[in-house]
């Protein structure tokens, strides 16, 4: 199995995380069992991307890789306070009779409130790629600058969502993420294998 190989599987696997969490909106609530096991599933695939995506950016940063280790342990941080967050809404649901209404809310307001906490350590995440993809050439410019843009959307967001778990647009960044997780993952796989200059050279064309 070659690394380009690899590369590639892991940023397919955010395609698949992309359209399995707009699937399982679709599908509908997350205390359904269609829709709890598509995001369950797309949030385990997302690890895929990180990997791939860290890879990408621990080679355009060069030495000890410090926003690529920050980027991908802000992406970790982000799933694993999502994937906690479904034990109280798996119980809520497992136990949906016996529970009162009150504790279900409760439980069902935990797995809110961890979505709105999720967004800052994505907010950490987007803001490191965004450094190294404006920086270097190992990624276009523009998909840092939609990543920066994306970084400050996450942290209002994630603001607005942890004073106000009914708010909802505060869940927008995520819609708009899942279409730049879909846009890097499409350039991993064409640049998988790739080697690629570790500064933009000057004059270069800033657009990517």
Known sequence: MTAQFTQRLGAAAGIVYAILLMTAGAVGSPTTQPAFAMEVLAFTLFLFFRGSLSSAMRLAE???GALSTT????????????LGSAAPLLAAHTNSDELGP????????M?????ALTFFPLAAMLAAFALVAIHTAALPSWLGWAAAALSVGFAVGGLVGSADLA?????????????????????????AGTSTPLTRPAGAEVSG
């Open 167 to 191: 708010s909802e647009w505060a869940g927008l960044p995520m819609v708009l993420f899942t279409a730049w997780v879909i846009a890097t993952s499409v350039v991993l796989i064409r640049r």
């Open 102 to 109: 009150d504790v279900t809310v409760a439980l069902q307001d």
């Open 111 to 115: 797995n809110n409130a961890s979505f």
């Open 62 to 64: 060069g030495g000890g």
């Open 71 to 82: 980027a991908f342990g802000a992406g970790l941080m982000s799933i694993t306070i999502k």
